[in-house]
């Protein structure tokens, strides 16, 4: 607690204490003595603010005085700021400071006033009303900041990974078309160099899947390529024919199965 005759705060527009404390009046903003170092100040000051405020809202929810939960000089100093630092704060209205006089065995902490702009050893500082109103705009502001580059970071890495998906996806196709071919003309699949299927009769619905694959570069997916007949299931068509293109490999080099929707055909490889 304040003594030497200390008011207590008795708002945020106003305050006067004992002498050797600063009269201010309230500002609406935290305003840097230059634009051009605003996110350097702003930067600096967030820790010392954090602290502070941390203080102050502890004290709020115990119901006790906001001077016996002040912050000492040293811990704000190893938040990085520095006398001129703790000056601008205190002219600008935002911190109040006193020397604390607590004796040993005493209940609770008792504070003197010193000089406006001299600081001590035992110089503690707390939040005024228009400085906990600063500290959570800050706060508010620097984690919306905050959020806002996660926001832009996952942005750009969605972006590289998309790209690379897409890189990939060509490669996987440029690839795929020298190594697996189906000749139409002569019913013959290669993968490798290697005949997997020879068909010496017509296959109607294999020979519609490979040559689907064939004229679309061996994607790893395609769409049902089999027209619509009207008295068949089409899905058990699809599927008829998948275990049909797995019967009767000359080297089991392939493997074909559905996608899950009974309406698409996957191939993957199976042996060297």
Known sequence: MLQSGASAFE?????????GFVKFKR??????????????LLAKFQQAFAALLEAFDYAVDLGDDR????VRIRDLRDARLNESDLRWLVRK???????????QGENGRHFQP?????????SCFVLTDLGVEQARSLNNMLSSEAALKQLEIRSELESAVELAIGRASDCV????????????????????????????????????????????GWPL???????????????????????????????????FHGDGTGEGVVWELVGR
């Open 67 to 70: 001077w016996d939960f002040a």
């Open 93 to 103: 209205g935002f911190v109040q400071h006193a020397r604390e006089a607590t004796l």
């Open 11 to 19: 708002g945020s527009d106003s305050k006067v204490v004992a002498k």
């Open 114 to 122: 010193t000089g406006n702009m001299t600081f001590v050893r035992r």
């Open 173 to 216: 196709l440029e690839n795929t078309a020298t190594y697996i071919h189906w000749d139409a003309e002569h019913r013959k699949l290669d993968v490798r160099g290697q005949v997997v299927k020879r068909f010496k009769w017509q296959a109607p619905n294999q020979e519609i899947v490979l040559s689907a694959f064939q004229e679309e």
């Open 27 to 40: 500002v609406n903003m935290l305003i840097c003595p230059e634009k051009s170092t605003r996110c350097e």
């Open 221 to 255: 997916r395609i769409d049902d390529p089999l027209p619509p007949q009207p008295e068949q299931d089409s899905k058990r068509r699809l599927s008829d024919t998948i275990k049909c293109l797995n019967r009767k490999q000359i080297n089991s080099l392939i493997h």
